[in-house]
């Protein structure tokens, strides 16, 4: 049999691991997140051919190929899993 005491403190153990769970859960979704942010504006630069930085001599294009298009949607599938087991957790 458990005393007053003992349950007490299990709960308050409890209680800390649960608060750490949601702390590591938030700071995975916050990575995430900024992942994709990132990835997009990638994306969305090599399609437009719009690079941060100008560089002194003009470089060609390079054209996506269909092993890159499948890793592509490979990054899309993985990310949408994660976000999708991040939101199962808390339903």
């Known amino acids: 049999m458990c005393s007053v005491g003992s349950s007490s403190s299990y709960v308050r ?3 800390y691991y ?3 769970f949601v702390l590591l859960t938030v700071i995975f979704l ?3 997140v900024a ?3 990132c990835a997009t504006e990638f994306f969305l630069r090599f399609l437009t051919d ?7 001599n003009e470089q060609p294009k390079v054209p996506i190929n269909p092993r ?11 990310t949408v899993c994660l976000f999708i087991r991040y939101v ?3 339903v």
């Open 18 to 20: 649960e608060t750490i």
């Open 35 to 37: 992942y994709v942010i």
């Open 88 to 90: 199962d957790l808390y």
């Open 68 to 78: 890159m298009k499948i890793m592509i949607r490979a990054l899309i599938f993985s």
């Open 13 to 15: 153990r409890l209680l």
């Open 50 to 56: 719009r690079p941060i930085r100008e560089t002194l």
């Open 30 to 32: 916050v990575s995430l």
